[in-house]
């Protein structure tokens, strides 16, 4: 399995049908993805709550519990699969809950491995682009987004200032030499600064630099020192103490947390 490999996980009670899903995507995967099955709802939600799973394809209709119960359980996973609902009866009512599950397709059994192949390949798509938006909010500062996209509206010094600390990220700087940059007295400056965006001077600095530090860890292999520079901190233990205050979590764990190595760039 490449380093873009996925974990599609087959749920189904009937043997001679798991196999049979099985091994045409393993034919179809080539070593490409990890196929994985489980008999019944209870194992497979063990096998979703202990490891990362891309892909869920499971019988709806299964003793002690149904494929729906399943996919529903499925819904207090930090990380949900992106799941296909096979079922032996053309039901509307299973259907129709399917869909209001978020499930991204149907298929009735026996079904063709064309189908099953092509159903395989779009919810992989489908998977993706739910992990692009979940990795682009785990790296989104929200109120400070607010506050840059709002930067049109504020007075030409505040603007000024906001423009500097964006240019001058890797540099050492405070509140009084941007003033200063500006011809604004520092007490007026801080004042003005607060009531236009919201923050102080210096949580602004913090969070943005923070915030691009987010962006190196998910889009770089940089090492934590090397990003800690970049984001104008001279030492990474003051880095990694800031990270957590606002992050709650580390920078490396962040970095694991989020997911983003598969998409990472060498520098």
């Known amino acids: 399995m490449n380093q873009t490999g996925k974990t599609i996980l087959i749920v189904d009670d009937e043997p001679l049908t798991r196999e049979g899903i099985r091994k045409t995507l393993e034919a179809w995967s080539a070593g490409r993805h990890q196929i994985i099955s489980s008999c019944n709802g209870a194992e497979a939600l063990e096998q979703l709550g202990s490891r990362l799973i891309h892909l869920l394809i499971t019988d709806i209709r299964m003793p002690e519990m149904n494929g729906l119960q399943m996919v529903e359980a499925t819904r207090h996973l930090g990380h949900k699969p992106v799941t296909i609902i096979i079922s032996g009866h053309p039901d509307f009512e299973y259907a129709q809950s399917a869909i209001q599950l978020g499930v991204v397709n149907y298929l009735l059994k026996p079904v063709k491995k064309v189908k099953l192949i092509e159903a395989v390949e779009q919810a992989l798509v489908v998977e993706e682009e739910r992990e692009r938006v979940e990795t682009m909010e785990k790296m989104v500062d929200t109120r400070l987004m607010q506050a840059k996209t709002s930067a049109n509206h504020y007075t030409p010094p505040v603007q000024q200032a906001v423009q500097y600390v964006a240019d001058h990220l890797q540099e050492q700087f405070g509140m009084r030499e941007v003033a200063n940059q500006i011809h604004l007295n520092p007490s007026y400056f801080s004042a003005l ?60 764990q962040y970095r694991k947390q989020a997911g983003g190595a598969g998409d990472m760039v060498e520098t």
């Open 193 to 252: 600064f607060k009531e236009q965006t919201g923050f102080t001077f210096s949580e602004y600095v913090t969070r943005s630099r923070l915030q691009k530090a987010k962006e190196l860890l998910l889009q770089t292999r940089l090492p934590i020192t090397d990003i800690s520079e970049q984001v104008g901190y001279l030492t990474p233990k003051y880095f990694i103490k800031l990270f957590k205050d606002y992050e709650k979590i580390s920078p490396s």
